[in-house]
C-alpha cells in the first residue's frame, strides 16, 4: 500500500489526506486514533487528528464536520465512535459527506452495500471488511458454508452479515434477545462474535473446525484487554481463530487506510 501512495503525488500533485476528529477523553478511543495516525505515517497518508473537549456541543461538531466537508485539501472525515451522549451520532455521521465517509456509515453508503449487487465503488465498513480480508488470507470457505453473526451493530454484526451474504453463505445473525444462541452457533461453520461482553463464547458453543473471528475488545476480569470469545476454551475446537489483541483491530486499520485511497481516487480520478 505504502508504495502505491509514493507514487500519488508525481500523479495526482499530493497524498491522500485524513482527518480523524476524537471527542472526549476516552482512553479505549484515544488509543484507536493514535493507532490510525500511526498507520497513516506508515502509508504516507496525510493526516491530522483533531481532539475536541468532552463539552463540545452537537452544533460545533457539525460545524467543524461541515468545514472539512468543504476542504479540498480533505479527503476522509472520520468521527471516532462513541460520540459524548449529549452529541446525535446519527446526526454526526448523516453530517459527512458521503464522498468523504471513510467508515462508510453514511445512510446513502449503507443503502449501496445492501443492494442486491454493491457498486465496486461503494465504501464498505473497516471493521466487516477487514473480517473477510482475514477469512480469504486464511484460506476458509465462505461459499454455501453456515455463517453466524453474533451481534446487529450498524459497524460491525449487520455489513459483516451483508458481505458473507454476498459470498454466498447462509448467513444467520444472532444477538442479546436470541434464545437458542448455543444452539445456532454450533451449526457455524463460520463465526463472527462483536457482542462486546467479555469471553461471552466458550468451547461448548463452537463447532469443530469452525474459523471463528473474534470482533471484541473488551476488559476481562483482572482488568487484562480480551474478546468477546473464551480463546482458551475455543482455539483447540477451532480451525482458525483470531487473536485479541492482535487480529482484527490491525486489519480494521489497515482498510481504514484502503477506504481513504479510495476516497482519494475517487475525487482525483473524477477531476
Ligand atoms: N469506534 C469503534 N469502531 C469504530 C469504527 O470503525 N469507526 C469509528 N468512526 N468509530 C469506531
Known amino acids: ?21 476524537l471527542v472526549g477523553e476516552d482512553p479505549a ?6 493507532n490510525k495516525a500511526k498507520a497513516c505515517e506508515v502509508v504516507g497518508i496525510d493526516n491530522t487528528t483533531l481532539r475536541m473537549s468532552a463539552d463540545t456541543t452537537e452544533e460545533e461538531l457539525l460545524a467543524t464536520i461541515d468545514r472539512l466537508n468543504k476542504d479540498e485539501s480533505v479527503d476522509g472525515i472520520l ?7 449529549h452529541i446525535s451520532e446519527v446526526k454526526v455521521i448523516e453530517a459527512i459527506a458521503k464522498e468523504k465517509d471513510v467508515d462508510g456509515f453514511h445512510p446513502l ?22 473480517c ?8 476458509v470457505e465462505i461459499a454455501g458454508k453456515n455463517a453466524v453473526v453474533i451481534g446487529r451493530s450498524q459497524i460491525v454484526g449487520l455489513p459483516a452479515a451483508k458481505l458473507l451474504l454476498d459470498r454466498n453463505a447462509t448467513v444467520s445473525i444472532c444477538h442479546s434477545r436470541t434464545s437458542n444462541l448455543a444452539e445456532m452457533t454450533r451449526q457455524a461453520d463460520i463465526l463472527i462474535v462483536a457482542i462486546g461482553k467479555a469471553k461471552f463464547v466458550t468451547g461448548d458453543m463452537v463447532k469443530e473446525g469452525a474459523a471463528v473471528i473474534d470482533v471484541g475488545m473488551d476488559r476481562d476480569e483482572n ?5 468477546d470469545v473464551d480463546f482458551a476454551s ?11 489483541p492482535g487480529g482484527v483491530g490491525p ?18 480520478q473524477k477531476a
Open 29 to 34: 478511543s484515544q488509543t484507536y486514533v493514535r
Open 79 to 85: 468521527v471516532q465512535l462513541p460520540v459524548p451522549k
Open 251 to 268: 486489519m480494521t486499520i489497515c482498510c481504514l487506510m484502503e477506504n481513504t485511497i479510495q476516497c482519494f481516487l475517487n475525487k482525483v
Open 132 to 139: 473477510i480480508r482475514l477469512l480469504d488470507a486464511a484460506g
Open 234 to 244: 475455543v482455539e483447540p475446537k477451532a480451525s482458525v481463530i483470531t487473536p485479541v
Open 109 to 130: 453508503n449503507t443503502a449501496a452495500l445492501w443492494q442486491k449487487k454493491p457498486n465496486s465503488s461503494c465504501v464498505v465498513p473497516c471493521t466487516p471488511k477487514g
Open 1 to 21: 500500500m505504502a508504495e502505491q501512495v509514493a507514487t500519488f503525488p508525481a500523479k495526482y500533485g499530493r497524498a491522500p489526506q485524513l482527518t480523524v476528529i
Open 223 to 227: 482488568g487484562a484487554l480480551c474478546g
